[in-house]
């Protein structure tokens, strides 16, 4: 028996629907793969942060303690009260705490790429980039650009049109349910005795029918009808979906371009704030030890130069976490030919 009518209605469709789906999880497996990336990479900058902050603040404690060298030696001598020595102490302190907890976030960054990247072993990472130089690939084009572009390349959208085209396809299948169902039939019969022979005789006779019946269930037309309709209801819904994921995306292109012009400016202005604070601690440190400035003059120009050189390096870090999400919103971390 063939059946004619399901070929039509009913086979093709039920195929592209169960093509439609492994395509929908394929595009979804690797739109997964690529945001985990993603990820992993902003944790990486994440590390590389802590490993910085330590860095400066160590520095920061270094110019503390020397400076406390210098007070102690003036408290000697009576040229300073024990107060401004006191003052120096809690700075020192204060600083030690900021290099033990950029260190426990250091440590806590290291621990969480071990465990993204599944490495056991117990080997100590190490900066492969100079992340306080501009990068030499970014993310080029206008706002308007990069977002069309992004709706083209993201395997989230292309995921959910491959879904409701399942949906629809699956709805097509089940819907021809309802229809009347046509067959092709054909049968050949070697009997002794052969039933279709009248009267019976005892000996071998072969027969052969071929034709085509059709058949109409009522009881059937209704509940795939039903069922038809909630496949479509589901496929529309997933469009919804797809609509609302698009107006999303537009808005990590935007976020991540807006965060990226402005880690830009950022930089440039976290620079001349250095280099300005550097000068003022040079100038305090050189009053400081002739008897010219005070010591609260001291440790404010101290804190200024630790907040300028953590904003720089903030600054720097935060392009490289831009560029990276700006990357991943446009697409730009799709492979060649992922998209089918």
Known sequence: AIPLSDYVTKLSHAAAAAQATRRAARLATRAERLKVQAEAKVLYYTWVRSLGQVAVAQKSLDRTRARQTDAAAGFSLGSISKADLMRLEALVANTEFAVKEGETM??????????????????????????LVPATAEVRGGLDGLSTEALSRRLELAALDQTARSLR????????????????????TYANPNPRYFPARREWNSTWAVGLSASWTVTEAFSTSAAARELSASARNIEAQAEALRNAIRQEVAAAY???ERARVAIQTSQRAARAAEEAYRVATDLYRVGRATTTELIEAELDLLNARLAELNAHIGLRIAEVRLSHAVGRDVPAGAGG
Do not use: C, T
């Not at 709805?171 to 046509?182: D, E, H, M, Q, S």
């Open 106 to 131: 250091r440590s806590l960054a290291a621990r969480q790429l071990q465990i993204l990247m599944g490495d056991k072993s117990s080997a100590s990472y190490q900066v492969g980039e100079d992340v």
């Open 169 to 188: 396809s699956g709805a097509k299948a089940v819907g021809a349910g309802a229809y009347p169902r046509l067959e092709a039939f054909g049968d050949i």
């Open 258 to 260: 807006l965060d990226r």
